[in-house]
């Protein structure tokens, strides 16, 4: 139980164009989404913190019209890159923690690499 | 504050050997919860354990067992008679009870050498 699909595994797209990702849990309900970013050989900097039915919250440094969520429902969370630069190729990872248990762990989805050309 | 540290960045050993992962946090909460995951080459972040801020009991599973030492807030991760498949980078994180946020340290690589 308690999975995570993410959705494209990994990504290329062209200077300039915008890329979305999606996370969506299979098999339980999360009203917070997390969005990380992991650069080679880094920790995850946590993004965002999704929330169903309004706005993300977004950590410091971090574009919200650059970076575009959306938690439409229980199940998903997409991000948005807007008119990618070759400086955000990275490692997007999403996460979420079961609604109904307090002290859940984050399940992960399996990443989406981006490389911005 | 509420920080994890993972002091080794880098870690190999030999095909066999036993291997402990440092995990040390801080935080002003008295309850909180602490995980260890792995993050193998393929990328995916794989949950290994939870441990309540309330429950110091240590644990074993197979070869990984875990030590809470409230004492010097450390979490530590022993992985007994390693395998080469347990390469990867382990991440340790915090969540205090306020808040939603977890705290991740900086990761520990670990290369099991055949």
């Known amino acids: 139980g308690a999975v995570v699909s993410q959705h494209p595994s990994w990504v290329i797209c062209k200077s300039g164009t915008s890329v979305k990702i999606e996370c969506r849990s299979l098999d339980f309900q999360a009203t917070t989404m997390f969005w990380y970013r992991q650069f080679p050989k880094q920790s995850l900097m946590l993004m965002a913190t999704?929330?169903?039915?309004?706005?993300?919250?977004?950590e410091q440094g971090v574009e919200k019209d650059k970076f575009l969520i959306n938690h439409a429902s229980l199940t998903l969370s997409t991000l948005t890159v807007t008119s990618a630069h070759p400086e955000d190729s990275s490692f997007y990872i999403c996460?979420?923690?079961?609604?109904?248990?307090?002290?859940?762990?984050?399940?992960f989805g399996n990443g989406t690499r981006l490389t911005v050309t | 504050a509420q920080k994890v540290t993972q002091a080794q960045t880098e870690i190999s050993v030999v095909e066999k050997e036993d291997v402990t992962l440092d995990c040390v946090y801080e935080?002003?909460?008295?309850?909180?919860?602490l995980f260890w995951y792995k993050q193998p080459p393929s990328g995916e972040l794989v949950f290994l354990i939870r441990r309540n801020s309330f429950d110091e009991q240590n644990e074993i599973s197979g070869r990984y067992s875990w030590n809470f030492q409230k004492s010097t807030s450390s979490f530590n991760f022993t992985i007994t008679a390693s395998q080469v498949v347990d390469s990867a980078v382990y991440f340790c994180a915090l969540r205090p009870n306020t808040g939603n946020q977890f705290y991740f340290g900086t990761g520990t690589s670990l290369t099991v050498i055949p």
């Open positions: 996460s979420a923690k079961i609604q109904s248990s307090y002290n859940s762990p984050l399940h």
């Open positions: 935080t002003r909460d008295t309850t909180y919860y």
């Open positions: 999704s929330n169903e039915g309004s706005k993300a919250t977004y």
